[in-house]
């Protein structure tokens, strides 16, 4: 059988053809850090409960209300370096490696350091305002950094083009997973939606915007955010969180 090809105008232009894109490729040293710490604050939880017969880091950083209320404010922070169990901070631990190295790697190590807190000081905030339970983990700064994730797609769809649907699905998936599995008695959901709230109004307004530069074959990304839109959305998280932790220092609501 013979075909035919069809005739092909010599003005036509040529299919796209995919090309190589220099990536960030820094050591992801802020997220090893912040998994070095955890660790060790844990295992001085473990040895004070040895020694003490109590979990003293759990009674001087959890986040409890009346305290907070008291005038002790680190306890909208320090919460994230606590964990209840090995089975709680590896889950966390591991979800930061999942989705902290390649988040550094774009936000580069200040920024990414910025989200982390962010979305641990709103997660804590948002439990204070709706939960009046002891509460303790990095679940919030990991949402924190999981809304960061999905904003980075929304925001570079063109660049990753079909692909940055997918993940973004995926994103979405993981958070309705993880907030339905939060629903059981013990877990602090509003913890994770104050987290998740910080992580994309922070990435939203700082999140890397990039653009391609350069000339074929040798092509790479460069971030078009500016110092400034980093302090833009530190200010904007600060002001939106802190607000509300004045409100429920005031007005409480549990």
């Given at each position: 059988m013979t075909i035919q090809q069809p005739h092909q105008d010599e003005h036509q232009p040529p299919p796209p053809q995919p090309v190589t894109i220099s990536m960030p490729a820094s050591v992801p040293r802020?997220?090893?850090?912040?998994?070095?710490?955890?660790?060790?604050?844990?295992?001085?939880?473990?040895?004070?409960?040895?020694?003490?017969?109590?979990?003293?880091?759990?009674?001087?950083?959890a986040k409890a209300?009346?305290?907070?209320r008291a005038g002790q404010l680190w306890r909208f922070f320090t919460p994230m370096l606590l964990h209840g169990s090995i089975l709680h901070i590896g889950f966390n631990m591991y979800a930061l490696y999942i989705f902290g190295i390649g988040l550094e790697r774009r936000y580069g190590h200040g920024r990414f350091l910025l989200l982390y807190i962010l979305g641990g000081f709103a997660g804590?905030?948002?439990?204070?305002?709706?939960?009046?339970?002891y509460s303790i983990g990095a679940s919030g700064a990991i949402f924190g950094l999981v809304g960061a994730e999905g904003i980075f797609l929304i925001q570079n769809r063109k660049l990753?083009?079909?692909?940055?649907?997918?993940?973004?699905n995926n994103v979405i998936f993981v958070v309705a997973i993880n907030l339905f599995l939060g629903l059981q008695p013990g877990i602090d959901n509003w913890g994770h939606?104050?987290?998740?709230?910080?992580?994309?109004?922070?990435?939203?307004?700082?999140?890397?915007?990039?653009?391609?530069?350069?000339?074929?074959?040798?092509?790479?990304?460069?971030?078009?955010r500016e110092p400034r839109d980093v302090i833009v959305g530190v200010a904007v998280v600060t002001i939106i969180f802190c607000t509300l932790a004045a409100i429920g220092m005031w007005f409480p609501f549990v």
């Open positions: 802020v997220a090893y850090t912040i998994m070095g710490i955890t660790v060790v604050v844990y295992l001085l939880q473990m040895l004070t409960q040895y020694t003490l017969g109590y979990d003293l880091p759990v009674g001087l950083g209300n009346e305290a907070i804590a905030v948002f439990s204070f305002l709706f939960s009046p339970a990753f083009g079909a692909r940055a649907r997918g993940a973004l939606i104050g987290g998740l709230l910080g992580g994309l109004i922070f990435a939203w307004f700082a999140g890397p915007h990039w653009e391609v530069q350069g000339i074929a074959p040798n092509l790479y990304v460069e971030d078009l």
